[in-house]
């Protein structure tokens, strides 16, 4: 039973169409990835699911049955745009969202959250005394107690530190080893390329990607280098079959045209410099997003939508 | 327990507690009858500081006959009033009055000197008796006196609009008028009194028989200004308590939208039950302050052995009129707020929530002269003002139709029911709004399209 179901969901604002005849389906104790441009439909497609916004048309189903306000006792959520009661100290916050959403004393689970993100120290201060990092973990606490089937994170690492993101990943990571179904909307490629099971892009609107990482990369076939060279990007351009270059700071990042050779490539720069590393590879996640969703997206918006 | 219910209640409590503890509705549960008192306790204090200096009023009589009974009657007034009557002290300002000869030539030339006279402070005005005070004659009623009416008496003072002065001279300036006309007609001199007396009517109260004895106990005096009291204070201090629980709902609601703490509790609740916990908290804060004034009154009227002057049959009305008042406001509140993007936007739309609290306060005065007029009748069966002016005729001594409290209340009912209906769709769209704050017909397109 899939964890989460949209059929044909479409959601407009007005004139605005925010979600357009969106299908997509999330396993059962996975992590999946949502990404997409800011403005392309995520934060209405995980509304609806959450039930905060009702679809126009299609359906929701979620856990097994069409989304009703009995199913959030189920479904943890993270919003993007977090808020707390800054004058409630820490734990009595976390105890009133689990109480609402559980309905049943959640004091002994809050206790142990606060531990296992080490916030021990701050349950009785009040939430505007916390910094940045220390209300995100707050909130996410917020959105894990009691345990839910389902737990929606948008962009959960926004604003952490390295030391708080741990944490958090392997907080994430522990509750699907505990068949938690986790869906999480990130802008940052490599979290969803570490961190996700399954891969789904939207983009005004409309689902453009959806698979695992893998086949998402083998839809793309290996049209990338990856190379680090002596004399800088500027020896680059001129190279027979490149498209395109992405300059990454040590290394640059080659896209193909299709049916080019990399082996010329590699012959010409070595004529040019000393090479220190030459890797063909698939496109990264990010080069697949950007490709999408970046300069000439009109372009393939049109295609999709003519699809 | 149902889980809507629960996560309703759940919220209201947190509301309510959250509310009730804070400084503002602490110091708001004292200073709010000092606020709505204060005017009343300010006069009485200021009425107890009187203007003691002479109020001096030049008396030009073209009549050369009522001065000297208005200059009696003034003399008369300071020995009865000005002074108290055991230790002497002054207590109020002494009327005197200086005949003034006539002068010969223009007469605006005298009533300008006059005129200067009291813009140096040295008259407090002065007044000038025509002889068409004495006798009017058929002129008086002519047409061409009726388009250019000539002053019979004339008064002439830079004081304000209300002034008690002209309100005193009414009185004895007809009394010598008349006093002036009856030796005219050698009316003999002690029937005067008989004849000048004016006619007075002291307001009792009804005959009642007491139900064990079977006597017929007298009338009372009635004390009309404590007749007024109980309406009054009542109607203020469910104003004053409907204020208290809804006023902090706009701002709250705007600031919780602010910071994003919403779209947190959407996920686990419905818009419907969020600001129904809203209502539930106001409807409790107010509930509070009411017990604390009810509580504090009974103690204060049982010390001065005033029980009494509790109207405890209204007690069952002002808890339904409370009810609905909050109700109506509160949800109303909430959708404002939800509409607004800042606290300021919310402070430029508190005056539409303001319309049902303040509207009624302004024609109380005419509904409380005239409780059964058609105006307080159909003004207190239009549901936003039921609350206030149903209360206030229903406290009035001279009662209303029994069913018209019925009737509005059916009224306010449907209309707190509707209002919340729509404010509930409202405040659906709002929450999640950010940004330019809506224009009146975005918001009245969400209420209708939700």
């Given at each position: 039973?899939?964890?989460?179901?949209?059929?044909?969901?479409?959601?407009?604002?007005?004139?605005?169409?925010?979600?357009?005849?969106?299908?997509?389906?999330?396993?059962?104790?996975?992590?999946?990835?949502?990404?997409?441009?800011?403005?392309?439909?995520?934060?209405?497609?995980?509304?609806?699911?959450?039930?905060?916004?009702?679809?126009?048309?299609?359906?929701?189903?979620?856990?097994?049955?069409?989304?009703?306000?009995?199913?959030?006792?189920?479904?943890?959520?993270?919003?993007?745009?977090?808020?707390?009661?800054?004058?409630?100290?820490?734990?009595?916050?976390?105890?009133?969202?689990?109480?609402?959403?559980?309905?049943?004393?959640?004091?002994?689970?809050?206790?142990?959250?606060?531990?296992?993100?080490?916030?021990?120290?701050?349950?009785?201060?009040?939430?505007?005394?916390?910094?940045?990092?220390?209300?995100?973990?707050?909130?996410?606490?917020?959105?894990?107690?009691?345990?839910?089937?389902?737990?929606?994170?948008?962009?959960?690492f926004t604003g952490l530190d390295p030391v708080s993101a741990d944490s958090l990943r392997e907080?994430?990571?522990?509750?699907?080893?505990?068949?938690?179904?986790?869906?999480?909307?990130?802008?940052?490629?490599?979290?969803?390329?570490?961190?996700?099971?399954?891969?789904?892009?939207?983009?005004?609107?409309?689902?453009?990607?959806?698979?695992?990482?893998?086949?998402?990369?083998?839809?793309?076939?290996?049209?990338?280098?990856?190379?680090?060279?002596?004399?800088?990007?500027?020896?680059?351009?001129?190279?027979?079959?490149?498209?395109?270059?992405?300059?990454?700071?040590?290394?640059?990042?080659?896209?193909?045209?299709?049916?080019?050779?990399?082996?010329?490539?590699?012959?010409?720069?070595?004529?040019?410099?000393?090479?220190?590393?030459?890797?063909?590879?698939?496109?990264?996640?990010?080069?697949?997003?950007?490709?999408?969703?970046?300069?000439?997206?009109?372009?393939?918006?049109?295609?999709?939508?003519?699809? | 327990?149902?889980?809507?219910?629960?996560?309703?209640?759940?919220?209201?409590?947190?509301?309510?507690?959250?509310?009730?503890?804070?400084?503002?509705?602490?110091?708001?549960?004292?200073?709010?009858?000092?606020?709505?008192?204060?005017?009343?306790?300010?006069?009485?204090?200021?009425?107890?500081?009187?203007?003691?200096?002479?109020?001096?009023?030049?008396?030009?009589?073209?009549?050369?006959?009522?001065?000297?009974?208005?200059?009696?009657?003034?003399?008369?007034?300071?020995?009865?009033?000005?002074?108290?009557?055991?230790?002497?002290?002054?207590?109020?300002?002494?009327?005197?009055?200086?005949?003034?000869?006539?002068?010969?030539?223009?007469?605006?030339?005298?009533?300008?000197?006059?005129?200067?006279?009291?813009?140096?402070?040295?008259?407090?005005?002065?007044?000038?008796?025509?002889?068409?005070?004495?006798?009017?004659?058929?002129?008086?009623?002519?047409?061409?006196?009726?388009?250019?009416?000539?002053?019979?008496?004339?008064?002439?003072?830079?004081?304000?609009?209300?002034?008690?002065?002209?309100?005193?001279?009414?009185?004895?300036?007809?009394?010598?008028?008349?006093?002036?006309?009856?030796?005219?007609?050698?009316?003999?001199?002690?029937?005067?009194?008989?004849?000048?007396?004016?006619?007075?009517?002291?307001?009792?109260?009804?005959?009642?028989?007491?139900?064990?004895?079977?006597?017929?106990?007298?009338?009372?005096?009635?004390?009309?200004?404590?007749?007024?009291?109980?309406?009054?204070?009542?109607?203020?201090?469910?104003?004053?308590?409907?204020?208290?629980?809804?006023?902090?709902?706009?701002?709250?609601?705007?600031?919780?939208?602010?910071?994003?703490?919403?779209?947190?509790?959407?996920?686990?609740?419905?818009?419907?039950?969020?600001?129904?916990?809203?209502?539930?908290?106001?409807?409790?804060?107010?509930?509070?302050?009411?017990?604390?004034?009810?509580?504090?009154?009974?103690?204060?009227?049982?010390?001065?052995?005033?029980?009494?002057?509790?109207?405890?049959?209204?007690?069952?009305?002002?808890?339904?009129?409370?009810?609905?008042?909050?109700?109506?406001?509160?949800?109303?509140?909430?959708?404002?707020?939800?509409?607004?993007?800042?606290?300021?936007?919310?402070?430029?739309?508190?005056?539409?929530?303001?319309?049902?609290?303040?509207?009624p306060l302004l024609i109380m005065m005419p509904v409380m002269t005239s409780p059964n007029g058609?105006?307080?009748?159909?003004?207190?069966?239009?549901?936003?003002?039921?609350?206030?002016?149903?209360?206030?005729?229903?406290?009035?001594?001279?009662?209303?139709?029994?069913?018209?409290?019925?009737?509005?209340?059916?009224?306010?009912?449907?209309?707190?029911?509707?209002?919340?209906?729509?404010?509930?769709?409202?405040?659906?769209?709002?929450?999640?709004?950010?940004?330019?704050?809506?224009?009146?017909?975005?918001?009245?397109?969400?209420?209708?399209?939700?």
């Open positions: 039973m899939p964890a989460v179901e949209l059929t044909g969901v479409t959601k407009t604002f007005g004139e605005v169409v925010a979600v357009n005849d969106l299908s997509l389906t999330v396993p059962e104790g996975s992590v999946f990835g949502f990404i997409g441009p800011n403005g392309s439909g995520k934060t209405t497609t995980i509304r609806m699911i959450v039930n905060i916004f009702y679809p126009d048309r299609g359906s929701v189903r979620v856990l097994g049955s069409e989304i009703n306000p009995s199913l959030t006792r189920w479904i943890g959520y993270l919003p993007e745009e977090r808020g707390l009661y800054r004058k409630m100290k820490v734990r009595a916050l976390l105890e009133f969202f689990g109480e609402l959403r559980g309905g049943h004393n959640v004091s002994r689970e809050v206790g142990e959250w606060l531990e296992r993100l080490d916030l021990a120290h701050c349950a009785d201060r009040r939430i505007d005394t916390l910094s940045k990092g220390m209300s995100q973990r707050v909130q996410f606490i917020a959105a894990v107690v009691p345990e839910p089937k389902l737990l929606i994170l948008d962009e959960p907080a994430i990571l522990g509750l699907r080893r505990k068949g938690t179904t986790v869906i999480l909307s990130t802008h940052d490629m490599t979290v969803a390329e570490t961190m996700c099971d399954h891969i789904c892009m939207i983009f005004r609107g409309r689902k453009v990607l959806d698979g695992t990482l893998e086949s998402i990369q083998g839809e793309y076939g290996t049209d990338t280098i990856r190379v680090s060279l002596s004399g800088g990007p500027a020896l680059l351009e001129g190279l027979p079959g490149v498209e395109k270059v992405r300059d990454l700071g040590q290394v640059q990042e080659l896209r193909m045209s299709a049916g080019s050779d990399p082996q010329l490539v590699l012959r010409a720069l070595v004529e040019r410099t000393r090479v220190t590393s030459f890797a063909v590879s698939k496109p990264s996640l990010h080069d697949i997003f950007v490709r999408i969703a970046g300069p000439g997206a009109e372009t393939l918006a049109e295609e999709v939508a003519s699809e | 327990m149902n889980s809507s219910l629960r996560k309703t209640l759940l919220m209201a409590k947190r509301d309510y507690i959250e509310s009730v503890r804070t400084k503002a509705f602490l110091i708001g549960l004292v200073v709010a009858p000092l606020l709505f008192g204060g005017g009343g306790i300010g006069i009485a204090i200021l009425k107890k500081k009187p203007d003691l200096r002479d109020k001096r009023i030049a008396v030009l009589d073209r009549t050369a006959l009522v001065a000297p009974g208005l200059v009696a009657a003034a003399e008369a007034k300071n020995a009865r009033d000005a002074y108290e009557k055991i230790t002497h002290k002054q207590i109020a300002a002494r009327y005197v009055l200086e005949p003034a000869a006539l002068a010969s030539g223009e007469p605006d030339a005298q009533r300008l000197v006059l005129s200067d006279r009291v813009r140096k402070g040295e008259l407090f005005g002065f007044i000038e008796i025509f002889p068409e005070a004495l006798h009017p004659g058929n002129a008086a009623n002519s047409e061409a006196a009726e388009k250019d009416p000539k002053p019979r008496v004339a008064y002439y003072t830079n004081a304000g609009g209300i002034d008690e002065t002209r309100s005193w001279l009414r009185a004895p300036l007809n009394r010598a008028v008349t006093g002036v006309l009856l030796r005219e007609f050698h009316v003999d001199a002690s029937h005067a009194e008989d004849l000048l007396t004016p006619v007075s009517i002291d307001p009792l109260s009804l005959l009642v028989r007491d139900a064990e004895t079977g006597r017929v106990e007298p009338a009372k005096k009635k004390d009309e200004i404590a007749e007024m009291a109980t309406p009054f204070a009542l109607v203020m201090l469910l104003t004053m308590i409907v204020m208290i629980g809804t006023a902090p709902m706009l701002s709250a609601v705007t600031e919780d939208k602010n910071q994003r703490i919403f779209e947190m509790l959407m996920g686990v609740a419905s818009p419907m039950e969020l600001m129904a916990a809203r209502v539930l908290a106001a409807l409790a804060r107010s509930l509070t302050s009411s017990a604390f004034y009810i509580v504090s009154a009974v103690m204060v009227l049982q010390g001065m052995a005033m029980i009494g002057a509790l109207p405890l049959p209204l007690l069952p009305w002002f808890f339904v009129y409370l009810i609905a008042d909050v109700t109506m406001l509160s949800a109303f509140a909430a959708a404002l707020g939800a509409a607004c993007s800042s606290p300021q936007d919310a402070q430029n739309l508190a005056v539409l929530l303001v319309m049902p609290i303040v509207v058609a105006m307080a009748t159909i003004m207190s069966l239009i549901p936003p003002f039921t609350p206030v002016l149903m209360l206030l005729r229903q406290a009035m001594p001279v009662g209303i139709p029994a069913w018209q409290p019925w009737v509005g209340l059916v009224g306010i009912v449907l209309w707190t029911a509707g209002g919340t209906w729509v404010a509930a769709r409202v405040f659906r769209v709002g929450i999640l709004m950010q940004g330019q704050p809506p224009k009146l017909a975005e918001i009245i397109r969400w209420a209708w399209a939700g």
